[in-house]
């Protein structure tokens, strides 16, 4: 069948084949003029959008560290588990504080000490008192301490045996560079959460060796629970988790979704008229396991509690968490949706009639064009490869801070063991600095990602809707060209003229969501603020915000939902196909 003059001519974009039954008549044929790219300027901008992307991630990966993001640092500056350290610290990635009273003082309002300035090492394992003695976690072996990383590690880091009387001395003043184990510790994401109950045989072994007084008090164990719970430090573990949890991610968001919606469409080919009640069930036996699967990590079934880190050291899971209030509040979100689900399942039992019907539509044209059953792995594919840049993008992106000295006024002094003596210059520890810089860098990759995806999307709807129209129009002819070369052609149509078009309107819808998220965000503030909440201006701007939200996604769903269907039958620009 030649392509000027089958049914398939006028839909390949060319002029057209079918003729008006009046050739007086303008309108008979499809297409009457010549097609050319339209948009252009928007296509030039979603390049420079690419570039600027690549840059924008170029200067993550060269200068951010993933580990920041899970692992604490040393008072050298080292981040625990990184073989990069001096020493190297591959296998030690627990955060330690060896000074109990530096950390109580850090948690004093009138004290000049910080967290961060207290001394820290890095262990494989947060150590306990002994039993029946006096236990030591002594400082990396360097200096006139014959030992290896290895042997250290193997003494439980207590080599206060092999000290000099001016090191040990030392140590009984707090200044290292052995420092004794009074409170018991437990691992909580990486750090050595000290428990508030020392050690009675511990703590009077130390003090028979005419060690100096060692605060007892509460805040000891507060002072690092507020720090591993700062919102900074919260919102770093859940992108660090991002990181960890990707097989999981391949699996369930990537290669189990392909798997079943080619299942669903060949579904939909045999079995049509089950396929809508099929549907229903199966959405809603999914959302019940969810939320069955939310109750048992929340505790509600069984004594399952969710760990929210991924990886070998477990949490401090027993106590009441943070991330345990939002598993929570989440399971009773996902009851929510369950009940309105069933419930809506009922109430549009008369439409899953309506809709067997169309399906019958859809699996005709998905038995005359075999293409469309095979056309969503490219776009899929190519998101795949997308996202695995973004979030490895995202991860350096978050870490790119750079580990500077902190500027402390603490007055305090240890042991040197380079030097071989007491050394009082140096106190203030390392902390992760950024700069503002950062935080729009992050803010424009995630306005990135929407708009690459709502653009990947867009060039999938406009093919896969110029591929059923080349259908419609061949008119129920039988033609070889159906089953393949509609696809093809609605690629090369939508790459030649259309792309242009598909990155305003991915702009668009992109610019809307933001708009909404930001009117989202300030009206979620103005609730929490009562002076605010209960003043008339208040009340004002938020019920505003909730009315431009919903005209805002009203205008979201008209044009994700027309705007790319429409494109394929066009010749004009698409600020008119947007009216």
Not at 19 to 29: C, H, W, Y
Request: aromatic share 12%.
């Amino acid at each position: 069948m030649a392509l000027g003059g089958g049914p398939l001519g006028a839909i390949i974009g060319r002029y057209p084949s079918f003729a008006a039954a009046d050739d007086q008549d303008p309108g008979g044929g499809v297409i009457r003029h010549d097609r050319k790219c339209r948009d252009w300027p928007f296509l030039l901008l979603f390049a420079a959008f690419w570039v600027a992307m690549i840059v924008n991630s170029s200067f993550g990966f060269n200068q951010g560290n993933p580990l920041r993001l899970t692992f604490g640092l040393d008072y050298k500056g080292n981040i625990c588990g990184s073989r990069h350290g001096d020493p190297d610290l591959r296998e030690l990635d627990v955060r330690y504080w060896m000074n109990p009273n530096q950390v109580y003082q850090s948690g004093l309002k009138s004290s000049h000490i910080d967290l961060p300035d207290a001394k820290a090492i890095c262990l494989m394992e947060c150590p306990l008192p002994a039993e029946d003695g006096l236990n030591f976690v002594c400082d990396y072996p360097e200096g006139d301490i014959r030992l290896s990383i290895d042997d250290w590690i193997d003494r439980d880091y207590d080599y206060f045996e092999f000290l000099t009387p001016d090191m040990r001395n030392s140590s009984l003043q707090l200044q290292g560079p052995c420092y004794p184990v009074i409170f018991p510790s437990v691992n909580v994401y990486w750090s050595c959460q000290f428990i508030a109950r020392a050690s009675n045989v511990s703590l009077k072994h130390w003090q028979q060796m005419g060690g100096v007084s060692i605060d007892e008090n509460m805040l000891i164990d507060k002072t690092i629970h507020n720090a591993i719970n700062s919102k900074s430090a919260v919102l770093k573990r859940y992108v660090a988790d991002i990181g960890k949890s990707w097989p999981v991610l391949l699996l369930c968001g990537g290669f189990l979704p392909l798997v079943l919606s080619v299942i669903w469409l060949l579904m939909i080919r045999y079995f049509v008229a089950g396929m809508p009640w099929i549907t229903v069930v199966v959405f809603n036996a999914l959302v019940i396991s969810v939320t069955m699967f939310f109750y048992i990590k929340a505790g509600w079934i069984g004594h399952d509690p969710l760990t929210v880190v991924i990886g070998e050291s477990d949490p401090y899971v027993n106590i009441g968490g943070r991330e345990i209030n939002h598993l929570h509040a989440a399971s009773v979100l996902m009851t929510i949706v369950m009940i309105l689900a069933f419930l809506t399942s009922i109430a549009i039992a008369r439409r899953i009639l309506v809709a067997t019907s169309v399906l019958k539509v859809a699996a005709k044209v998905i038995g005359e064009v075999h293409a469309l059953i095979s056309f969503p792995t490219v776009p899929f594919l190519i998101l795949a490869i997308f996202y695995i840049f973004w979030f490895s993008a995202t991860l350096h992106l978050f870490s790119a801070g750079q580990v500077i000295r902190n500027d402390c006024n603490t007055d305090c002094c240890s042991y040197d063991l380079k030097l071989g003596k007491v050394n009082c210059d140096s106190c203030c520890g390392y902390s992760i600095h950024y700069t503002p810089h950062i935080g729009i860098a992050i803010l424009f990759h995630f306005f990135g990602c929407y708009w690459a995806t709502q653009f990947f999307i867009g060039c999938s709807s406009t093919v896969i809707a110029g591929s059923i129209a080349s259908y419609y129009w061949a008119r129920g002819e039988v033609s070889h060209d159906i089953p393949f070369r509609t696809v093809v052609s609605s690629l090369k149509r939508m790459v030649c003229y259309s792309l242009g078009s598909v990155a305003l309107g991915s702009l668009i819808v992109s610019i809307i969501e933001w708009l909404r998220f930001i009117l989202e965000t300030l009206r979620r503030r103005l609730k929490f603020v009562d002076s605010a909440h209960d003043s008339w201006f208040g009340k004002t701007v938020s019920s505003s915000s909730q009315c431009c939200l919903g005209c805002i996604d009203w205008t979201l769903k008209s044009v994700n939902r027309n705007a790319y269907i429409r494109l394929p039958s066009q010749g004009k620009d698409s600020s008119r196909l947007l009216r």
